[in-house]
Structures are given as structure tokens and as C-alpha cells.
């Protein structure tokens, strides 16, 4: 460097903040034109953007949950072709004003009348046994109509449904058909024999006595928080526990065991009114607690029967 130009800087003064900004805005300026000429060379579509969109900031959209579509199950048309089979047997040709008739035919129009006559035997009862889909919409039905005489005869009722299950059609004339097997019985899990004189049989006993014949309030007996009503009004006079079974051996220890022990039971019963004598069974839970049993649950079929459910 020359003594002329050290001299120079020597004697200039020192820089000022006003300079300190003038000197950042031209770094801006050669920054801005850099991009455009940056722009420029990608095409004209890239310069418009570099010059007229602002900077922005992307962000990741949140994931979405997966949609959960509920499916509505085919609607069964069993009821259908028993009310349909009911009024068909009551049905005959040549009679087609009478109000069985006109029911059949308005749910099957294509369907001829059976030609019987007036002294033909008309079932006692018509109920669906049995319903199979076929195709989407196809089903047949096996109804069984019982008669007076003690036969019972099995139909086969054809019936097609609209695709949401809300109308049915009977599509063709029923067919006799043999009826279901017989099933075999599974082992039964009530292998144990509780004796009918001690603490778990008097309260089985007498709740199903509150139960059934109004002796007595069916609270008592319950575990707290288990709400049952008695059958009203009550259908029987007197009941007698005839025998108890259990699935554990615990329901047949001579004392009541620890606070929280639970144990099914099946009770065999012989209820009485003014018509004769009724042997029913019914399916109990009891759970033991501070040194008594109590009812818990009260099956009837495969339906329990605890918690204010009946």
C-alpha cells in the first residue's frame, strides 16, 4: 500500500452506526440480485416466484386417524316367513277373501293357495327353527308348524331381502323338509352335589322362592349393587329345591368360605300352583361374604341376569 493511501485511512474517521446499516442493506441488495439472476437461469416460471412469493414455512400435516366404518349386519327375514307360513296353512284355494289369504298373498303374489279342504287340520303353532343366507339377499327358512294331533312338519321358506334389509319378499312356494338333527348334549360342568340341608341351598332356595312365588323380598338375598325384580305377579304358590349341583367344591364345604369366593350352581326345582306341579331348573352365581352366600347372578339360558339387566 502506498505512503498516499495509508496516509488516507489514517485520516479517515471512524465508522458510525449509520454506516454499520448502509453496509448491511448492500449485502441485502447483492443477496436479492444474486437470487434473481439464480432464477433467471432456472426459467422465467422460478424468477416470477423468486420475485413475488414471500419466504414461507412448511409444516407437517398432523396424520389423520383411520376412518372406522360400521357395518350393519343382513337383516334375518325369520319372522317374516313364519307370520308368511301361518297364514298360508290357514289358507285355501278358492277361499281367497279371507283375511289369512289375503295376508299370503300380499307378502307372496306369486304364490299359489294350498288346495285343501275345509276339514284339513290347521296348526297349533308356526316358529322359525332355523334361517340360512344363501346369496346376498337370497335366504331360506325353516319353519315348523305343529298340529293338534302332535305332528310337526317342517317348511322351507324362500325369501329375498332388499340390500338394506328393510322389505322382504316370500320368492317362491314353501317345501316340506326333514327337521334339524338332534344334538348331542355337552359335559355338563355341574359335577359336584351340594347338600340341600346346608347354608348355600336354604339361600338359593329361598330367594328363588321370593322369585317365583312372592314369599319374601328378593333384595335380601343379593350381593349389594346386583338389582333383580321378582317375576310379577308371581306364577307359583310354593317351591322346593329338589337338588343342587355345583362346578366347585366349595359350594359343598360345611361352612361358608373366604369373603369373595364365588361359585355357579344349577338348582333343580318344583314349583306349584293350582294347575299341577312345574319342574323348573335355574342357573345361580353366589359369592360368599361376611359368613353368608348371596345371589349374584341369575341365568336363564344363556342369559345372565345381574346388575338390574333381566
Do not use: C
Amino acid at each position: 500500500m502506498s505512503r498516499a493511501n495509508q496516509s488516507r485511512e489514517e485520516q479517515a474517521p471512524p465508522p458510525t452506526a449509520a454506516d454499520a446499516r448502509l453496509q448491511q442493506m448492500r449485502r441485502r441488495v447483492h443477496l436479492g440480485r444474486l437470487g434473481v439472476w439464480a432464477a433467471v437461469a432456472a426459467g422465467p416460471i422460478a424468477l416470477a416466484v423468486a420475485v413475488a412469493t414471500p419466504a414461507t414455512v412448511v409444516r407437517t400435516a398432523p396424520a389423520t386417524k383411520p376412518t372406522t366404518v360400521k357395518t350393519t349386519a343382513p337383516a334375518n327375514p325369520s319372522g317374516y316367513a313364519t307370520v308368511f307360513l301361518n297364514a298360508w296353512l290357514h289358507s285355501r284355494a278358492g277361499a281367497e277373501s279371507t283375511a289369512q289369504a289375503r295376508l299370503a298373498q300380499s307378502m307372496a303374489p306369486d304364490v299359489d293357495l294350498p288346495g285343501t279342504a275345509d276339514a284339513q287340520p290347521e296348526p297349533e303353532s308356526v316358529v322359525a327353527v332355523r334361517s340360512a343366507q344363501q346369496t346376498g339377499t337370497a335366504w331360506s327358512v325353516t319353519v315348523a308348524a305343529q298340529y293338534p294331533d302332535g305332528r310337526l312338519r317342517y317348511f322351507a321358506v324362500p325369501v329375498v331381502a332388499d340390500s338394506g334389509g328393510a322389505s322382504f319378499t316370500v320368492s317362491g312356494a314353501p317345501g316340506v323338509v326333514a327337521g334339524p338333527a338332534r344334538a348331542e348334549e355337552g359335559q355338563s360342568p355341574y359335577t359336584v352335589t351340594v347338600p340341600t340341608d346346608g347354608d348355600l341351598s336354604a339361600t338359593a332356595g329361598e330367594f328363588l322362592a321370593a322369585y317365583l312365588t312372592g314369599a319374601g323380598e328378593v333384595d335380601r338375598y343379593l350381593t349389594p349393587g346386583v338389582q333383580l325384580s321378582p317375576v310379577s305377579p308371581a306364577p307359583y304358590e310354593t317351591l322346593t329345591v329338589q337338588q343342587l349341583l355345583a362346578a366347585d367344591q366349595e359350594a359343598a364345604a360345611e361352612s361358608v368360605p373366604a369373603d369373595g369366593t364365588r361359585v355357579p350352581v344349577i338348582a333343580q326345582v318344583e314349583a306349584r300352583d293350582r294347575a299341577g306341579r312345574w319342574p323348573l331348573a335355574y342357573e345361580l352365581t353366589l359369592t360368599a361374604r361376611s359368613g353368608r352366600w348371596e345371589i349374584t347372578a341369575l341365568q336363564t339360558g344363556t342369559t345372565a341376569q345381574a346388575g338390574g339387566d333381566r
